[in-house]
């Protein structure tokens, strides 16, 4: 390897190269200072008309007070700057590297015979306290840059390391070191001539070539694998003792069912003697609970800590075997290195070193004896790795990472292709995207570093799996306690789940300095392969403080001095996995067809940088500020508190005005409680009480009016799909409120977030499980993403993208937040278990192609590591997109989808996935908001092309001259509802049209002021023709039949909205539907106003919408209830007091029978009929399979007809309305014999 180092950007004329030493001192302004080169000069550029390959090459890496240096200040100063570039080459030698150089007065540098001192105090002696190696000559050559020039005359050459450390070299032949100096300055042109074609054969090697170094004329090859020898402790001697004893290959019945292993980096001092003041810490997280294993993997282990770690009783009996004694004992002998691996176990082991390009590193190859699994008479070990790769962040350091790792993969592809791998230790993988990306900017490492510097792709080809992913993906059991100055919230993609974290650990931040390693990395990992064998269970970190002070049974550690309150810089980890010597391939046939390995697409190189992605993002103000976020905590704790009545609240106080302590759960759902919240997202609020919905929604608004003076207001009370729900508006913020009646949950919260779904605490009725369904599947979800804040970015961009695109509101059938949330997961788990680490750019990506060309006819999306088998879903013929939600009572979210809605959606993903395959494709054109000249177009840019994209049109016109804000949104949401069954009845009456619905509300008139009463607006229908009529002529009979036929269904979709008598008034609003051209449409502009004032509303107005969709108690809500609030009836005339009680014991609807018979796995389905009323047949019965429930289907039935439900196999009536028979349920009258 050549490095060069040019100290101008100027090319040099043909006399300056002659004369290369032109001081450069305090140089004009008009003249770049100091820029480094570093190139490599391989055999191929020996064409003196070719220049050599650039490495590297920073144009100006000198801050202002290096920019004066003299020249000879200067050529020192690019020595110093490569020697530590590339460090860890240079470690890597067996010889010493010599620094030749044509400049003589750096000679006296290594010598401290300068006179300018700051040569002296900032030259070698300076390299000396950064590397682990020595500079013992500066050596002055004459020849190399006439070397250089006659090879390449466009560059001037300064100086040269040179990396052999060749003795044939060093002792002389043409290069005379101890010499006369003088007379090689005073050697002639055709000397240096002769100089240049004696010049060692090796002085061109290239930087990929290192491993290769010439010495005495044959390449040098990497020391082979190193067997070793593993030692026992001996409780007879006490003391370690080599073990000789051979095991004798295990049964399958002695095989343990599971296994640990954890790995930990105690941080090795460099001081010398070593300071003891952490090892009673280190200590204590080893034998914590948390951190026990089968094998402990140590990085960064000093002999005087492996003495003292050995020489403790409990680590001798819970690990008996190691792969080195302790140094202090006689005849051991000391550690190879001052960083070094030692792995403990308690099973015997035989093991191997297998060495690294860089001297002292390697890894450790362990293969267990006992553990393995069989294949027909062959047992073949569990393969244990151990591995602590180099540290830092430059290019050369990731390529050094890139070596080790792959040294050791094909070390064990090699040698050990079948049998189960277990690779831990230190990768040092930067993982932080902020880091990465100031690295970048910083120019430490170049772009193509940057997209490699995971190693997923040899990783993933090596068929290894990070545990920590599995466990994230399937379990969710991989995080600590929630603690420390970082929240979730606030950590950048690739920290979650940081081992590395200067944040929280002050060993780690002391190690990081101020530097761009300040953010959280994930630099430890436990590997896994051959899933058939080795099944990943449980992950968790140790090492925290709050562990190293906890109390323990061990008196010897007991009363220690703990020192600092961390033990290292890194967190411990460990992984619990389940072993199986049966195939595991038949129980996993069905979840194996579900999770079938994506075709991974990376992002391309346009699309890499986050940064751009970020910046799209905020230019649409999808990520909210500072200011936005402190008062939306603040409404959210401030509606909380109204609630559960915890405080004070300023004037009025309502604390006094508690009657009872009731405890009630409030706790964010939706957007803001996943973190994907907007500028303009509402707050959705899940609470959770122990009496009925009615009594909930009149405490609730009875405290929100009193809480006015504090600004919250009641916009209106609606019954939405999920049940009653206050809208609210704090503040200026929007909040939804819905309520779940639930005792049980209330009374172990928060512990049910972490209960099984077959929990008995889960018995409730199907209404009160689908409210705890919103925060339970965003609880689930939140837990097992495996890198959330890549999760976060993805889907604020797919949500920006659809609403650009048009085709962001699941009323009208388009995707909603549910839907990009549940589709996205699924994307990301699979993702991370089949390409491990991956950016946000890659999760977009991949969405989009996996989408487009998803079978939606056929296939359903849901969680497959949620569901190990096939979910238990009838769907139906009217469902063209199916997306199921997470937890029991398993629904359709996408239930609200047509086949119009469905080819728009696919048509648009399809759109994003090709243009995701052009060259120089930025964010904007993805989501079409790109203006002239590539620059950044306004939010409503989709909305103001889609009126003049299309020919023809529907437009649904509609005014409301009312004053209360609740009639006219009420008017507008029923409306919007009924758009999709217009779609629907478009599609079914005209084939060869696709109907295309802008889910947005447009107008011709901005609003004046505070005085309008009268609003108009209207929604446009884009009619085109469909894929399956294009290419085909219509002709006039068809197209008059074709007008009829839409005609026909624009009046009925006029007359189903104007007969509403609830929410169409025709003394304060009007609706009309047209079939007009473009050019009839107008200059038409979104409509974002309240249709109405804002009216403050008695609490009788609303209390007939809650006795409709009243949720019933279970008997433990109605005691609850009950004795929280004593019933105020009126007494009778007659004197005498009612005995009824305030809540009864109602008989479960029909809706809840039929919900438990298709949902309950107990339950058969297919066992039950349904008997209903038929208006003109009298009696009739239908398989319960076969009942319909959307008012879209041509076979619905309403529900208030069933009569009956019937068990098929004995022909007992399991529930009937008359007699009020449940034996579902045990309702009404109960079990009737």
């Not at 010499?179 to 240049?196: C, K, V, Y």
């Not at 996943?674 to 500028?679: A, D, I, K």
């Not at 002239?932 to 016109?957: C, H, L, R, W």
């Amino acid at each position: 390897m050549l490095p060069l180092f040019k100290s101008t950007v100027e090319a040099p004329s043909a006399q300056a190269t002659a004369q290369h030493k032109t001081p450069i001192g305090p140089a004009p302004k008009t003249r770049a200072l100091c820029p480094v080169v570093i190139c490599e000069l391989d055999t191929m550029y020996h064409d003196a008309e070719r220049l050599p390959q650039s490495i590297m090459h920073l144009p100006d890496p000198c801050n202002k007070a290096e920019r004066i240096y003299t020249t000879t200040e200067c050529e020192l100063f690019a020595i110093v700057f490569t020697a530590l570039k590339w460090r860890h080459h240079l470690e890597s030698l067996v010889d010493p590297p010599l620094v030749y150089t044509d400049h003589k007065a750096l000679t006296k540098a290594l010598n401290f015979t300068n006179k300018n001192r700051r040569i002296n105090r900032a030259g070698f002696p300076h390299l000396d306290r950064h590397l682990e190696t020595s500079i013992p000559a500066l050596v002055y050559l004459p020849t190399v840059a006439p070397f250089v020039n006659n090879m390449t005359s466009q560059m001037k050459i300064w100086d040269t390391i040179y990396l052999s450390g060749d003795p044939a070299f060093k002792a002389g032949g043409s290069l005379n070191i101890h010499g006369n100096r003088q007379a090689e300055d005073e050697r002639s042109d055709e000397e240096e001539r002769r100089a240049i074609n004696e010049r060692p054969p090796d002085i061109n090697l290239p930087l990929h070539s290192l491993q290769r170094r010439i010495e005495g004329g044959s390449a040098r090859k990497i020391p082979t694998t190193q067997p070793g020898i593993t030692y026992q402790f001996s409780a007879a001697a006490s003391i370690w003792e080599p073990v000789r004893l051979s095991v004798p290959l295990p049964s399958n019945e002695q095989m343990p069912s599971t296994m640990t292993i954890s790995s930990y980096n105690v941080l090795v001092d460099s001081i010398s003697p070593a300071a003891r003041d952490r090892y009673a810490l280190l200590l204590r997280s080893l034998l914590s609970e948390s951190a026990v294993a089968d094998t402990l993997v140590l990085q960064e282990v000093s002999d005087d800590f492996l003495s003292y770690l050995l020489e403790h009783d409990t680590i001798r009996s819970r690990y008996p075997f190691t792969t080195h004694g302790p140094p202090d004992q006689p005849g051991v002998g000391p550690l190879a290195s001052l960083r070094n691996i030692i792995v403990l176990s308690r099973w015997n082991f035989s093991w191997e070193w297998i060495p690294f390009e860089k001297r002292h590193e390697g890894a450790v190859v362990l293969s267990m004896e006992t553990i393995g699994k069989s294949k027909v008479s062959t047992f073949l070990p569990l393969i244990v790795g151990g591995i602590y790769l180099s540290c830092g962040l430059t290019d050369s350091s990731v390529a050094a990472k890139n070596s080790q790792l792959q040294t050791l993969v094909k070390h064990l592809s090699r040698n050990y292709p079948e049998n189960p791998w277990l690779v831990a230790g230190g990768f040092n993988l930067t993982t932080s995207a902020f880091t990465i990306d100031a690295a970048l900017k910083s120019k430490s490492i170049s772009l193509q570093t940057a997209s490699t510097i995971t190693l997923e792709t040899m990783l993933s080809e090596a068929r290894l799996s990070d545990s920590w992913l599995v466990a994230r993906a399937e379990t969710g059991d991989t995080s600590r306690p929630t603690q420390g100055q970082v929240s979730v919230e606030d950590l950048y993609e690739g920290e979650e789940g940081a081992t590395f974290d200067p944040a929280e650990n002050t060993l780690a931040a002391e190690t990081a300095g101020r530097g761009l390693n300040t953010r959280p990395q994930r630099y430890d990992r436990i590997l896994v392969k051959a899933q058939d064998f080795l099944e990943v269970t449980g992950f968790n970190v140790f090492g925290f403080p709050e562990e190293n002070g906890r109390e323990t049974d061990d008196y010897s550690i007991k009363d220690q001095d703990t020192g600092p309150h961390c033990g290292s810089d890194h967190w411990g980890i460990r992984a619990t996995l389940r072993t199986d010597p049966v195939s595991r391939a038949d129980q996993l046939g069905d979840i194996n067809i579900q999770l079938t390995p994506l075709e991974l697409r990376r992002a391309p190189l346009s699309l890499s940088d986050v940064t751009a992605l970020k910046l799209c993002l905020t230019k649409h103000s999808m990520f909210p500020t500072e200011e936005e976020v402190t008062k939306r905590k603040e409404v959210f704790a401030l509606v909380k508190s109204i609630l559960q009545q915890s405080q004070s609240q300023g004037p009025g106080d309502m604390a006094g005005n508690n009657r009872s302590n009731i405890s009630i759960v409030v706790v964010p759902v939706g957007s803001y409680g996943l973190g994907v919240w907007s500028t303009l997202s509402d707050i959705d609020c899940l609470c959770i009480g122990p009496f009925s919905t009615k009594i909930f929604f009149a405490l609730a608004s009875q405290r929100l009016r009193k809480a006015a003076d504090l600004g919250v207001r009641i916009l209106r009370k609606v019954k939405a799909a999920s049940g009653t729900m206050l809208e609210l508006e704090v503040r200026g913020v929007k909040l939804d409120l819905q309520y779940c009646p639930a005792a049980k949950i209330v009374d172990r919260w928060p512990e049910v977030t972490r209960l099984s779904s077959t929990d008995p605490l889960f018995d409730l009725s199907i209404l009160s499980l689908r409210k705890l369904q919103a925060f339970r599947d965003l609880d689930y979800i939140q837990r097992t993403i495996p890198d959330l804040a890549a999760f976060r970015i993805s889907c604020r961009f797919i949500r920006l993208w659809a609403q650009q695109r048009g085709i962001y509101s699941s009323k009208f059938g388009y995707l909603g937040g549910i839907h990009i949330t549940m589709m996205l997961s699924r994307i990301c788990k699979l993702l991370f278990r089949d390409a491990g680490a991956i950016t946000a750019a890659d999760i977009i990506c991949m969405f989009f192609n996996h989408y487009a060309n998803f079978d939606w006819k056929t296939e359903m999306v849901f969680d497959p590591f949620f569901n190990k088998q096939q979910p238990r879903y009838h769907r139906s013929a009217r469902e063209p997109m199916v997306i199921l939600s997470l937890r029991a009572p398993v629904v359709n979210v996408a239930h609200t989808a047509s086949v119009p809605s469905l080819e728009t959606l696919i048509k648009e993903l399809k759109r994003a996935d090709d243009l995701l395959s052009e060259v120089g494709v930025a964010w904007p054109m993805l989501i079409g908001g790109t203006g002239k000249g590539g620059e950044m177009a306004d939010v409503s840019s989709g909305a103001q092309e889609f009126p003049k994209t299309y020919n023809s049109y529907i437009k649904i016109n509609v005014q409301y001259w009312g004053l209360t804000l609740a009639k006219g949104s009420a008017l507008v949401g029923w409306l919007e509802s009924r758009c999709v069954h217009l779609l629907v009845d478009i599609n079914r009456k005209l084939p060869g049209v696709h109907a295309r619905i802008w889910p947005a509300r447009f107008t011709l008139h901005a609003a004046s002021g505070k005085d309008e009463r009268d609003y108009e607006g209207c929604y446009l229908i884009a009619l085109a023709k469909g894929e399956n009529a294009k290419g085909r002529d219509m002709t006039e009979s068809d197209r008059q039949v074709s007008q009829g036929a839409l005609r026909e269904a624009l009046e009925q979709f006029s007359d189903q909205i104007r007969s509403s008598e609830k929410y169409f008034d025709a003394t304060s609003s009007w609706v009309d539907v047209a079939h007009v051209k473009q050019s009839e449409l107008g200059n038409l502009k979104l409509d974002d106003r309240e249709w109405g004032d804002y009216v403050i509303q008695d609490e009788s107005d609303t209390e007939d919408e809650a006795e409709g969709i009243a949720l019933e108690l279970d008997d433990e809500d109605d005691e609850a209830a009950t004795a929280a609030f004593p019933a105020s009836r009126k007494t009778p005339a007659g004197g005498k007091k009612t005995t009824k009680p305030v809540a009864t014991k109602k008989l479960r609807r029909a809706t809840d029978i039929l919900n438990r018979l298709r949902w309950d796995p107990s339950l058969d389905s297919s066992d039950h009929v349904v008997g209903y009323e038929d208006r003109f047949s009298g009696t009739r019965e239908i398989a319960v399979d076969q009942w319909k429930t959307e008012q879209t289907e041509e076979e619905f039935i309403p529900q208030h007809r069933i009569l009956y439900f019937q068990r098929r196999s004995d022909g007992v009536v399991v529930w009937e309305r008359e007699t009020r028979r449940d034996d579902i349920f045990g309702s009404g009258a109960g079990r009737v014999e």
